[in-house]
């Protein structure tokens, strides 16, 4: 499947994103297939479109449009801070994966519910979406750009136990395993494991197999999720919204080498949690503001997000059940 960008548009998304000029498709000579290229994408992609399910609160229609063109327009061209959620971005970030040159998928993926922020029990069904890149050395990365605050800040390759820090002292890995629902166990699977610091356990987030999902599949689970009042589904209860912090990346003290003196990374995240504006700068996570009404929430997507909302998507969220009522 070609993707459905032209070249045009991947010179906008390119700006929009501030990815470093060595990385623009129309450099010469262009930049090679590489992870490091991979990495450099994954990066600006989550820094640059936040993960946000406002449309899902904020619309006079409460519809997600997967449509590849829809989403162009809403993340890129209407230049107004937005991204989107778990679908709304993987797919976007496909069709610009696809044509920039790179051989990738879609995957289905069954998350893990939470009980004050640790994920717990039994996994649920199709809520999420990665992609999977082949390289072309063969290896395969996982890519996750719509996970949201826990999801991962650099690509990671589909080899078993290979661990890697995240943001601050949190370390992620992928784990070839199966869980407890399976009745074949033959089957392994991709697990998304985490853990906050090096002496603490290991816990999953979610789990994927290798297999292809098409975009029929993805229109049944975008459905549910952006539709379902069901308890298992947080989307339509909560008003989410992440931002990723770049910066430069130092280590042990001193600023990795690189073109201007540092090598880029993730060194942040702000948050919106319905009302709660939450900070993290490596460390742990602090609220640092509450929003009572829906002034002050509009106030805070424009001042700490970049996002703004026209006078249909504020008024998109009267009579809703996240609605701050001040």
Known sequence: MASAYTPTQLSLYESHVSLPSHFRHTSQPPPPLTLPYLTALHLHQISACPYENLQLHYS???????????????????????????????????????????????????????????????????????????????????????????????????????????????????????????LDQSKPLWIYEYRNSPTTEWNSFYAFPEMEFTEEDFKVVNWWTSTSMAETNWQTRRVLVVRFLRGVV???????????????????????????????????????????SEEERVEVLREEFGIELTEEEREGIRGRNVELLG
């Not at 922020?117 to 990365?141: A, E, Q, R, S």
Request: aromatic residues 6%.
């Open 250 to 292: 130092e280590k042990e003290g001193r600023e990795e080498e690189g073109e201007e003196g540092g090598r880029e990374g993730i060194v942040g995240k702000v948050m919106l949690v319905n009302g709660e504006v939450k900070r993290n700068d490596g460390g742990k996570t602090k609220v640092v503001r509450v929003c009572r």
């Open 60 to 182: 006079a229609s409460h519809a997600v449009s997967l449509d590849p063109q829809v989403l162009f327009k809403k993340i890129v061209t209407d230049k107004r801070g937005r991204g989107g959620y778990c679908m709304e971005n993987a797919i976007f970030f496909h069709h610009v994966l696809r044509g920039l040159g790179w051989k990738v998928y879609l995957a289905g993926v069954r998350i893990r519910l939470r009980e004050r922020g640790v994920p717990k029990g039994n996994y649920v069904g199709w809520v999420h979406i990665v992609n999977i890149v082949t390289l072309p050395t063969g290896n395969k990365c996982m890519l996750d750009v719509s996970f949201g605050g826990d999801g991962p800040t650099l690509p990671l390759p589909l080899i078993s136990g290979l661990v890697h820090t995240n943001l601050g002292t949190q370390e992620i890995r992928l784990l070839h395993s199966t869980i407890p629902q399976q």
